[in-house]
């Protein structure tokens, strides 16, 4: 594995709620405006302790933006979706189910908070909803 990014998009792909959607597109770093995508978006990777002997516990945080129908029906369906990744997610951790790291990273936490409705399109017939992930890990030093 040779970057964080491949393996977060590899284990999202297999992730059991995504495949409920019927996916027409997958991105990294956007979404396509029209329904039935999701886009994985990178936002930042930090340290967050420095070890002495090198390396450090970093937190690299995304966001896993999915383009779905928003009329009234679909709308409760999707809020449920939303807390039904969140909920797949701690189970992960719980069982230590993580993405595949680069070498000398060791993944120890993974967590998902703030699922929402961010945007409706202009039209009301799609809606972007909105789920922050973050990603604890260990890195050794060199």
Same mark, same amino acid.
């Given at each position: 594995?040779?970057?964080?990014?491949?393996?977060?998009?590899?284990?999202?792909?297999?992730? %059991?709620?995504?495949?409920?959607?019927?996916? #027409?597109?997958?991105?990294?770093?956007? $979404?396509? %405006? $029209?329904?039935? *995508? &999701? =886009?994985?978006?990178?936002?930042? *990777?930090?340290?967050?302790?420095?070890?002495?002997?090198?390396?450090?516990?970093?937190? &690299?945080?995304?966001?896993?933006?999915?383009?779905?129908?928003?009329?009234?029906?679909?709308?409760?369906?999707?809020?449920?979706?939303?807390?039904?990744?969140?909920?797949?997610?701690?189970?992960? $951790?719980?069982?230590?189910?993580?993405? #595949?790291?680069?070498?000398?990273?060791? %993944? $120890?936490?993974?967590?998902?908070? *703030?699922g929402s409705l961010f945007e409706r399109d202009k039209t009301g017939n799609t809606g972007l909803y909105q789920i922050q992930f973050k990603l604890s &890990?260990?890195? #050794? =030093?060199?």
């Amino acid at each position: 594995m040779l970057s964080i990014i491949e393996g977060v998009r590899e284990y999202m792909a297999s992730c %059991p709620l995504l495949s409920e959607i019927p996916l #027409k597109k997958r991105f990294v770093d956007w $979404t396509d %405006p $029209t329904a039935n *995508n &999701y =886009g994985i978006i990178v936002d930042s *990777n930090n340290l967050i302790r420095s070890f002495i002997s090198g390396g450090g516990k970093y937190e &690299y945080n995304f966001f896993v933006q999915a383009r779905l129908r928003a009329e009234d029906k679909k709308s409760l369906e999707n809020a449920e979706w939303v807390e039904r990744m969140e909920a797949w997610c701690r189970e992960q $951790t719980a069982a230590k189910n993580f993405p #595949k790291m680069p070498e000398g990273c060791t %993944p $120890t936490k993974l967590s998902a908070a *703030n699922g929402s409705l961010f945007e409706r399109d202009k039209t009301g017939n799609t809606g972007l909803y909105q789920i922050q992930f973050k990603l604890s &890990y260990i890195k #050794k =030093g060199s």
